[in-house]
């Protein structure tokens, strides 16, 4: 049995040995080098761009500029980052760190030293970078549908409420920063292009480039063997593969294009700065009345798409009365998008507020949410395929002696520290975007292979799939390989939204099913075979065996008798169903009452994400989005000049992220019962909700270490010395 184990990366020795080739280690004949030149000003227009020395200058094969690279056909289609703009089409300058040149030479150095000779003179305008609340709107419908939504009266609701709270909280804008950063490499041979990206979705980056340039889609080809890390950022079609195809198009050169960590700030999106207004109320003994949500959020000029949503209030609760509103503020920034994960925010602002409400009731955190627990979802009115969330509280409570806690606020100390612990649930949609083709093939030594067009952001899909493969055929997952990342293999859906495993998964499997069903009707139909005219529904398979009884017969004998190989490719459903999976973080805080330094001393994670396929991978990812939860609470916050619109932490050393120090060891475990309605062997997609959650358990823990509610983040040491004043905690 391969499902279910702590199976160890199939891709793993060739990640840690340099084996694996990342897409900025693809080399083509006759290669160049790209760098981008990016605008120094927020808002205004270019009026002149001198390129003549930087044309001059060794190596290089041309500056591009609005002025000399043709018109492209701006894509349209759902997966575009931004509808209506690409860069290096017009004088328009939309936000600090746009491209307005690309230069082109033979080396890296070449085309560095070159795009530092490019002089650009603009037309400044003021730029407005601030989350100008009098200035929200009410936007078009975006990724998660209509901006409003609403059940029930929720102002009766409130008004029959015993208890009531109101909140406001805000988080701020917040950069993907994979450790690889985004490449490309574009070449051309006669009408065919093919490109080689980091991306988490080759198909719908296939869709844009064919739209861009006229193309085929039997004459687009997208590579992207590995990532380096995502989150978000290479989600969406960014102008990256656009403008190397189109630089490449005109020196007939293939070119690579890779971005700086500064570019990365400006190239690929953020997670916009949001302000949370809630209201909430409840009945004495805890039961939710209503809840009214308002998500402000800021977005670019170009666009209006906003990637935070109110899934956890719309669907988590048992709640009659649910108002959810999405507003919109237009600013002189780059566009946001998709961050790890998008209801994040959401999450942060519910379970922070839900906190409030258990102590405005003098109600356990715990109990409060198991009271308001729901085996519905309650957006659509559909019963949770399966729901396991009330075992994750009492299991995450035994796990962490919760039972222990003094709720009173301040009166926990150790060691010189004010000691807190916080509670919060972890929630994520998963699927909804379509389902994914895959092939599965026989070979006739009896081994298999499976391909589609899906990615491996570096969760583990590689493994993953091999052992879906290996559990429905029957053989050693040894004997299983599984490929990706090529959008010749069949087509899939981007990796996100928590949407790989449900997809890829079930499609996997179907091909699987479909190619066991042939290899056993091989053997039943063979007059050598020990099985022959058994009947194909009392043939079972085990460890590379086709059984009947005490007759056996192996797949590699099957298929060399055969003499060739099996082939079977699945096509994608058109839509594949939303599912929800579920968690419940604990929390353990130390705060320094003098310094405001507020160190994680523990984490309690347990979750419910229908069967685990791989321990080990999923453990895996837990860990990483405690650990994103962590940095956006405490240190992430990308400050933008409120002057001059420019980002001002672009790179590692002040943009801080937690490092081993800040992380403690964490104790993760699953419930790992399969959901009956997934096609995906009983999982569930995961990799979104280990990081929500934490950020409100770790806001509620120093809630309860210090008596002060910070509801900005991140919670630094000078927001908390100022709620402390004298040092003592709040009562």
């Known amino acids: 049995m391969s499902i279910g184990t702590s199976m160890s990366r199939v891709d793993g020795v060739a990640k840690v040995t340099g084996a694996a080739r990342y897409v900025a280690d693809a080399r083509a004949a006759g290669m160049t080098h790209a760098v981008m030149v990016m605008s120094t000003i927020a808002r205004g227009r270019i009026t002149a761009i001198e390129t003549t020395r930087a044309t001059a200058a060794a190596g290089v094969l041309g500056v591009f500029t609005h002025r000399n690279v043709p018109r492209i056909a701006v894509p349209s289609g759902e997966a575009l980052y931004v509808k209506g703009f ?30 530092t000779l490019v002089a650009v003179t603009y037309r400044a305008e003021t730029p407005q970078v601030e989350l100008a609340l009098d200035e929200a709107y009410t ?37 993907h920063h994979a450790m690889e950063p985004t490449a490309a490499v574009a070449t051309w041979d006669g009408g065919d292009l093919t490109v080689y990206l980091s991306t988490q979705s080759i198909t719908d980056v296939q869709n844009s480039l064919m739209e861009a340039f006229g193309l085929r889609r039997e004459n687009v080809r997208v590579v992207c063997p590995y990532l380096g890390g995502a989150f978000g950022g290479k989600g969406l079609t960014w102008p990256q593969p656009i403008l190397a195809a189109a630089v ?26 949001t302000h ?44 009659p009365n649910v108002r959810t509103t999405l507003r919109a503020v237009r600013s002189d920034l780059p566009t946001a998008n998709f961050v790890r994960s998008p209801e994040t925010v959401a999450n942060h602002a519910l379970e922070s507020t839900l906190d409030e409400l258990s102590y405005a009731l003098g109600l356990d955190p715990v109990e409060l949410r198991i009271r308001n627990w729901s085996e519905i979802n309650q957006e659509t009115g559909e019963r949770h395929g399966s729901s396991h969330l009330r075992d994750c509280y009492r299991r995450g409570a035994e796990r962490f002696g919760w039972s222990r806690r003094d709720p009173r606020p301040g009166s926990m100390r150790d060691s010189g520290e004010l000691i807190g612990w916080g509670m919060a649930t972890a929630s994520h949609v998963s699927g909804g975007l379509g389902g994914a083709g895959a092939t599965a093939i026989i070979a006739v030594d009896g081994t298999a292979g499976f391909r589609s067009g899906t990615q491996d952001l570096g969760t583990g899909t590689y493994t993953v799939m091999a052992q879906v493969g290996a559990e429905v055929l029957g053989v050693p997952v040894r004997s299983v390989r599984f490929s990706l990342g090529d959008s010749d293999f069949p087509r899939s859906v981007p990796s996100v939204a928590s949407t790989t495993v449900p997809s890829v998964g079930a499609a996997v499997a179907r091909a699987a099913t479909e190619a066991r069903k042939r290899v056993i009707a091989v053997a039943v139909a063979d007059r050598r075979s020990p099985l022959y005219g ?25 298929m060399r008798r055969h003499s060739k190989p099996i082939e079977v490719t699945v096509e994608p459903p058109e839509q594949t169903p939303m599912r929800y999976s579920v968690g419940a973080y604990f929390t353990e805080v130390g705060v320094h009452p003098g310094l405001g330094r507020v160190r994680v001393r ?35 916050h990308a400050l933008v000049d409120p002057h001059l619109g420019r980002i001002v932490t672009p790179n590692l050393s002040t943009y801080l992220i937690p490092v081993n120090a ?64 004298d040092g003592e905690p709040h009562a």
């Open 86 to 115: 690409l860069p290096l089409q017009d004088d328009r300058i939309r936000h600090a760190g746009q491209p307005v040149a690309v230069v082109a030479a033979q080396t890296l150095e070449q085309a560095l030293h070159a795009a």
């Open 534 to 558: 058994v009947s194909p529904d009392d043939v079972r398979t085990e460890d590379g065996y086709l059984i009947h009884g005490s007759k056996r017969i192996s797949y590699r004998e099957v």
């Open 602 to 636: 523990r984490v309690v994670g347990v979750f419910d994400p229908g069967r685990v396929l791989n321990h080990k991978t999923a453990r895996s990812q837990a860990i990483g989005g405690a650990i994103w939860c962590i940095g956006l609470t405490l240190t992430e």
């Open 248 to 273: 490449a198009q005109q020196i007939s050169r293939p070119v690579k294009l890779v971005l700086t960590r500064a570019d990365t700030c400006t190239s690929h999106g953020h997670r916009a700065r």
């Open 662 to 725: 800040d992380v403690p060891d964490m104790d993760i475990s699953f419930i790992d019962r399969p959901d009956p309605s997934s096609d995906a062997l009983g999982a569930r997609g995961f990799g979104e909700v280990p990081s929500t959650g934490l950020t409100a358990a770790i806001g509620n823990a120093v809630h309860h270490a210090t008596g002060a509610r910070i509801r900005d983040l991140p919670i630094t040491q000078d927001k908390i010395i100022a709620a402390l004043g």
């Open 139 to 175: 936007p078009e419908p975006g990724p998660f549908g209509p901006p409003a939504y609403a059940r029930g009266d929720v102002t009766s609701g409130l008004a029959s409420a015993q208890a009531q709270v109101e909140a406001v909280y805000t988080t701020p804008l917040q950069e």
């Open 276 to 319: 949370h207004a809630l209201r909430m109320g409840a009945t004495r003994d805890g039961r939710l009345t209503a809840i009214d949500h308002t998500i402000t959020q800021h977005v670019s000029r170009t666009d209006e798409l906003m990637y935070n949503g109110a899934e956890p209030t719309k669907i988590l609760y048992a709640c």
